[in-house]
């Protein structure tokens, strides 16, 4: 886990049904940044948000492995307080779910369950969250009207009070924004924008122009894997891999063709190098060769290794508990 990171995934993969959502991710979420993770639908996108705050726990017939770490504790432990958790990262979903009762009741409802019932300090926070939401202004004249009385982008800015009015560390958004009009949408991004250097902000979103919009940090993945990640601006202007360049110029992702497998567990070092050179050597250009390690440091040094020939990575990723795997493409020798 890096300093500025507020949640550490750690080897996590999220199994429905025996039937894996969420594949040996490993990634770091900086801390008070607007992270997106994007990618095709049923991608894992939504499950990997969930298991930031374990709602997963929710569902029947789920298993999950590996850890997720929030300022440098393990959710899953078997003593941590979920309670505790879900009151310190709060989740924004994908429609606003008011509860059935007043604008007022709504903020007022997470602050009283955790022994907060003075009225003058309840009027307060009512106040001060609404604010934060950018829908005091808006509704302050009917506090105790019914919150279903609302717009829908006024219920998704509700939300928002409501879950921030706990004081949590970190928001979730599950595609929050996907059910408003643009001018909703346009409102509820701005707050993001406004609150991020208060809080860790994690969002999905199926918008690649509102990842490009709003995040410092990206997540991409692709059939539960997780394809390729880090800082928007080189994200989206420089992706490494295959997979990223074709989603994000909106082409078909094709599964590579794999024509030669190299398994190098067990082995490191110049031997390594030996092997690879020798495996590409054998193979005619365009064909494609699949490299797995057992060492996290062998994808830097083998993908450093495979461009100094003048070949490329079309992708590299962690494939177990402790193996990954290079997809290597031979070029064409520059004569």
Not at 111 to 126: A, D, S, T
Not at 215 to 228: P, Q, R, S, T, W
Request: glycine fraction near 6%; charge should be positive.
């Amino acid at each position: 886990m890096t300093d500025t990171a507020h949640i550490s995934v750690q080897n996590l993969s999220v199994y429905y049904d025996g039937q894996p959502g969420v594949r040996n991710v490993a990634v770091d979420i900086p801390r008070n940044k607007i992270t997106a993770i994007i990618g095709p639908s049923g991608c894992g996108k939504s499950t990997l948000l969930k298991s930031f705050n374990r709602l997963l726990d929710e569902q029947e017939k789920m298993k999950i492995k590996g850890r997720v770490l929030v300022d440098n504790e393990n959710i899953y432990d078997d003593k941590v307080d979920v309670t505790l958790v879900r009151k310190k990262i709060g989740l924004l979903s994908q429609r606003p779910q008011v509860l059935p009762m007043s604008i007022f009741d709504n903020v007022a409802y997470g602050p009283r369950i955790h022994g907060r019932w003075k009225k003058r300090e309840l009027e307060q926070v009512v106040e001060e969250h609404l604010r934060i939401a950018g829908l005091w202004d808006e509704v302050k004249t009917r506090l105790h009207a019914p919150a279903s009385r609302l717009s829908i982008g006024q219920q998704q800015r509700l939300c928002l009070a409501r879950g921030l009015a706990v004081g949590p560390e970190i928001i979730l958004g599950d595609e929050p924004t996907s059910a408003l009009d643009p001018i909703s949408a346009e409102t509820i991004e701005r707050r993001f924008l406004d609150l991020k250097d208060r809080y860790t902000i994690v969002l999905v979103t199926h918008i690649l122009r509102q990842a490009r919009r709003l995040a410092d940090y990206v997540i991409f993945l692709y059939m539960g894997h997780l394809i390729e990640h880090g800082p928007a601006e080189e994200f989206f202007n420089r992706p490494k891999y295959v997979k990223t360049q074709a989603y994000l110029s909106g082409k078909f992702i094709e599964e590579h063709k794999i024509d030669r497998e190299l398994d190098l567990k067990g082995t490191r070092g110049p031997e390594n190098y030996t092997q690879i050179r020798l495996a590409l050597d054998e193979i005619p250009p365009g064909q494609i060769l699949r490299i797995t390690v057992d060492y996290e440091e062998g994808i830097r040094e083998i993908s450093r290794l495979v461009e100094v020939e003048g070949h490329r990575v079309l992708e590299a990723k962690r494939v177990g508990k402790t193996n990954w795997e290079i997809i290597a493409k031979k070029e064409r020798s520059l004569v």
